[in-house]
């Protein structure tokens, strides 16, 4: 099925309203009552129930339309809001020594201070007596050489996945930094449910942490560890096989600080954590894996014909390899979209890529209205949507596609060139610096590590062997990726531009990209100018 323009304009305004409304929400400092954000729901219905209403004119409908999903939007975001934080730790627990009940859910860290992991609680007691505390915890266990357990002499245990432990532990409400432009710490255990913080009490006086079992609770979390500790043994040289680790089980901790700032210099930071990009890749290939073996047998394809069983197929096993790599916001967020486009697809709906764009933004932000708080988010739609508009990507089945190798790589190198240029003043407003050598970087890393180092490192599982491959070919782009990096000037640092300077900039690199002429598209360079 197709829109008309009226349909798609006032589609894309109901989904605007609901992404504005949930913005709106989260410049709150304090919350209201959670009657008040009910009441807002309540108009919400009241005021779209107008707008369906054929006797008003339309105009006022699309207006109804965007205030009532606004409306919603702000109502639905606070009342999550309050229910999330009823289960905040109560003050009068911090800095207690409480003896709790576990499972490890997470992959375990272990780093030079001690091991870090998530605790699933069971139970907990304050000198003998129940206590109430979240359901997650972010645990830290300190060695001995720390400030933190002065005089432990045992050393740490292996702790796995999926192990039932009791420890005594003191914890704290979560607490970050308020360093403007630094990492989020709060928002980030907010995200993923985590309501305190805390470290395990292991000193000479204190009880001994209890191994109590080994369940099956969290497999996925349990194989993830033992394929980790697979590649570390395969691989002699810890660089790569943290940088491995990172791409086949999403453990980006693996990696050395020395070669986060390798990859940040040189804007292929994405390239090895699990992004969007290693997902919708592997959506596309298990989709010309499912579409080219479906087509063999004749009795599947009268049961489902083979392009819809190879569309739901690569977002399905891309889905699985998201959470066998960790299920983190930013692949929760590309499975999102990609079951979003799957389903208009095989519902025979073709609408116009705007409101495909926006029905996306809408539906990951109703999933997780905090990502409107992350720059990965803004960094990620900004970068479809100027695909979308320049017929890079276009969703409509009619756009330009590049035949032959040579067309392809010309077509790459022209989407790469794109997104640098449109993103480069977005990048500036959120980290007030931009990789100089990123263009030239990611030309090289993109389909290095997409086509060889990503695939050959999961097939690594099955054939271990190929772990050694992969850190071949990871050693050469390093190297080069290393030499790009001491360049005297790979990147740019600037004070961070206000906001609208930063608006204007993000426009003037849109414009540069549109397919427009020349003389229009220079119209964009004085907008960046101011960002500069």
């Known amino acids: 099925s197709t829109l008309s323009p009226g349909q798609a304009r006032n589609g894309f305004l109901a989904l605007l309203g609901w992404v504005l409304g949930s913005a709106l ?30 006797t008003i004119a339309v105009d006022r409908r699309m207006g109804l339309a965007l205030v009532a999903l606004a409306l919603l939007g702000f109502g639905a975001t606070g009342l999550r809001a309050n229910a999330y934080r009823a289960d905040a730790l109560n003050p009068a627990l911090e800095g ?16 030079e201070a001690g091991l870090r992991f998530r605790l699933q609680v069971e139970s907990a007691t304050l000198d003998g007596q129940s206590a ?13 050489s720390t400030l933190f357990a002065p005089g432990m002499n045992r050393p740490l245990p292996n702790v796995q996945a999926g192990e039932r432990w009791e420890m005594t532990l003191r914890l704290k409400a979560p607490h970050g930094a308020r360093n403007p432009l630094g990492f989020d710490y709060e928002l980030w255990l907010w995200e993923q449910g985590v309501q305190a913080t805390g470290y395990v009490r292991a000193g000479a006086k204190d009880a ?45 901790a693996a990696i050395e600080r020395a070669d986060w700032d390798v990859f940040r210099a040189t804007g292929v930071a994405h390239l090895v954590s699990i992004s969007g990009l290693h997902i919708t890749m592997f959506a596309w290939g298990a989709a010309l894996l499912v579409g080219w073996l479906w087509r063999r047998s004749g009795a599947l394809c009268t049961v489902l014909p083979a392009p819809q069983a190879a569309l739901l197929g690569g977002v399905l096993l891309a889905s699985g390899y998201a959470v066998f790599s960790g299920w983190g916001v930013p692949a929760q967020r590309t499975c999102l979209m990609l079951a979003t486009v799957a389903l208009l697809r095989l519902s ?108 050959l490192a999961m097939a690594g599982v099955l054939l271990p062997w190929l772990w050694d491959v992969a850190a071949g070919a990871l050693g050469w782009l390093l190297a080069y990726l290393q030499w790009l990096a001491s360049w005297p000037w790979a990147v740019v640092t600037v004070a961070v531009p206000p906001l609208w300077v930063a608006v204007a900039g993000v426009l003037g690199g849109v414009v540069l990209v549109l ?5 229009i598209r220079l119209l964009g360079v004085p907008l960046l100018l101011p960002v500069l």
Request: glycine share 6%; proline share 5%; aromatic share 12%.
């Open 348 to 455: 025979g709906a073709r609408w116009p890529w705007t409101m495909v764009w926006m029905l996306a933004c809408a539906v990951v932000v109703a999933f997780d209205p905090w990502a409107l708080l992350q720059s990965g988010f803004w960094l990620s739609f900004v970068a479809v949507g100027v695909l979308f508009a320049t017929d890079s990507g276009a969703y409509n089945d009619h756009s330009t596609r590049a035949n032959g190798l040579k067309g392809k790589l010309l077509s790459g190198l022209r989407e790469q060139w794109v997104i640098t240029v449109a993103l480069t003043p977005l990048t500036l407003l959120l980290f007030g610096q931009v990789s100089v050598v990123g263009l030239a970087a990611n030309a090289l890393a993109i389909p290095w590590v997409t086509l060889v180092v990503t695939p």
């Open 25 to 54: 929400q989260l410049q709150q400092t304090d919350l209201f009552a959670w009657p008040i954000y009910m009441a807002f729901v309540l108009l919400a219905l009241v005021g779209y129930t107008l707008a369906a209403s054929k």
């Open 208 to 252: 001994a942490p209890q191994r109590l079992a080994q369940t099956w609770r969290y497999p996925v979390a349990w194989a993830r560890q033992a394929v980790r500790e697979r590649i570390n043994a395969q691989v002699a040289q810890r660089q790569t096989a943290g940088v491995l680790a990172a791409l086949v089980v999403g453990d980006q």
């Open 132 to 144: 109430r505390v979240p359901a997650r915890v972010d645990v830290a266990w300190y060695g001995e």
């Open 96 to 111: 207690r020594d409480l003896r709790v009940t576990g499972v490890v859910a997470n992959l375990p860290q272990r780093n």
């Open 515 to 519: 397919p427009w002429q020349w003389s």
